[in-house]
């Protein structure tokens, strides 16, 4: 059965910054496009970055662009989403997504569990 566990969640001042972790169980992530997105409450779900399977390409929404960073660590089998000078329009669950293929998808395969952000004063 394939898994993510997602995690690094938390509440954090403006300003602030998170970093989340996507971990895989059951399959090899270095296989994978992976995206991350977020819902916030009454709003659609966002996609906001994305990695490529082999990490040469990175995409960030406009949204967060220039603040969040998307990485790999193949060793560890995980996918990791810094997100820094954070707003409380951030405030989201969080979601780590993965498709077979070099990019991403609209639709990925697969779907963690989601992680929540609260950024608050």
């Known amino acids: 059965q394939l898994k993510f566990v997602e995690s690094g969640g938390g509440l954090v001042q403006p300003g602030g910054s998170l970093r989340l972790s996507c971990a895989a169980s059951?399959?090899?992530?270095?296989?994978?496009?992976i995206a991350w997105f977020r819902q916030a409450p009454g709003k659609d779900r966002e996609g906001i970055s994305c990695?490529?399977?082999?990490?040469?390409?990175?995409n960030y929404a406009d949204s967060v662009k220039g603040r969040f960073t998307i990485s790999r660590d193949s060793a560890k089998n995980t996918v990791y989403l810094e997100m820094n000078s954070l707003k409380p329009d951030d405030t989201a669950i969080y979601y780590c997504?993965?498709?077979?293929?070099?990019?991403?998808?609209?639709?990925?395969?697969?779907w963690g569990q989601g992680t929540q952000v609260t950024v608050s004063s």
């Open positions: 997504a993965a498709n077979v293929g070099r990019y991403c998808l609209p639709r990925p395969d697969y």
């Open positions: 059951g399959f090899t992530l270095d296989y994978y496009a």
């Open positions: 990695i490529s399977s082999d990490s040469r390409m990175t």
